[in-house]
């Protein structure tokens, strides 16, 4: 999965690479607070980063419509765990345009637990976008790729990867 994750970087990289440090910087923290459980600040971090993030250049709209979309499935998630909620929202989906920006593409007949892919899908893009844009945050980033690459290799068979 590893190599999986790898091609999945460089697939998307020219969509997102030209983010503002500052921006992929607050993305960066997006994923670190809610990856420390730090839902509240999760929250706050995912809400600055879409606001900086703005409408995107015309040429990049498609992959900043998607990364935005997974700050927000993130924000949506980091709130309902903040306030205890367990259940998870389905509300919240990347479209057809926004999934080609998505690592985990699964048939629909495939798909057990809606909610959880997207959040999956989600954390692996704000996770992309924050290792492609911000070189400050590369250590960090680096240190949780397992953490991708494990969340990864839970849809390994429903991929059909050996």
């Not at 250049?57 to 306030?83: C, E, F, H, M, W």
């Not at 998505?102 to 290792?131: C, G, M």
């Amino acid at each position: 999965m590893e190599q999986f994750l790898t091609d999945y970087i460089k697939r998307i990289k020219a969509g997102i690479d030209d983010i503002p440090d500052t921006t992929a910087h607050e993305i960066a923290s997006a994923f670190l607070a809610f990856r420390f459980g730090l839902y509240a600040n999760a929250a706050k971090e995912c809400t600055h980063a879409i606001e900086l993030l703005g409408a995107g250049t015309p040429a990049r709209s498609g992959a900043y419509a998607a990364l935005k979309k997974a700050l927000a499935i993130v924000l949506a998630n980091a709130q309902d765990l903040d306030n205890s909620q367990v259940t998870a929202d389905v509300s919240l989906r990347f479209d057809e345009q926004e999934r080609t920006y998505t690592a985990i593409k699964l048939a629909p007949d495939a798909v057990e637990d809606p909610a959880t892919l997207e959040l999956d899908n989600a954390l692996v893009l704000v996770y992309a976008a924050a290792l492609i844009a911000s070189p400050e945050d590369e250590d960090a980033m680096g240190e949780h790729r397992k953490f991708i690459v494990r969340l990864l290799a839970a849809y390994k068979k429903a991929l059909g990867i050996a």
